[in-house]
């Protein structure tokens, strides 16, 4: 499976971005797919994840009531609508997909793709 993720960028505070990650090869075998973030200096952490069958969704507190992530099953993309975005938001995201397991620990996903970077200015 490879993944594409897009939709990166530079926003002000209070702002909103929509990054998507096209999944491509074996996507039938599809369990889980998520999102991940990294901020210099720190450990990358889990964001939301969603499963690929059922439409189960996972958030990580700090973006709940703010980030929405959806899937399009035909298109093979999930979605990450990010609103009242906040300067520690400031991150590279990664598209991460799993066969196996829905998880949110980054050992829970086989698949990664590249990383779009987020910047959110105060």
């Known amino acids: 499976v490879q993944l594409q993720a897009s939709g990166g960028g530079l926003v002000q505070a209070g702002g909103s971005l929509r990054l998507s990650c096209v999944a491509s090869?074996?996507?039938?075998?599809?369990?889980?797919m998520g999102w991940f973030r990294q901020a210099p200096g720190k450990e990358r952490e889990f964001v939301a994840s969603?499963?690929?069958?059922?439409?189960?969704?996972y958030y990580t507190d700090s973006v709940k009531g703010r980030f929405t992530i959806s899937k399009d099953n035909a298109k093979n993309t999930v979605y990450l609508q990010m609103n009242s975005l906040k300067p520690e938001d400031t991150a590279v995201y990664s598209c991460a997909a799993d066969d196996r397991r829905h998880g949110i620990q980054v050992s829970s996903y086989n698949y990664w793709g590249q990383g779009t970077l987020v910047t959110v200015s105060s």
């Open positions: 090869g074996r996507t039938s075998s599809l369990y889980a």
């Open positions: 969603i499963s690929w069958g059922g439409g189960v969704t």
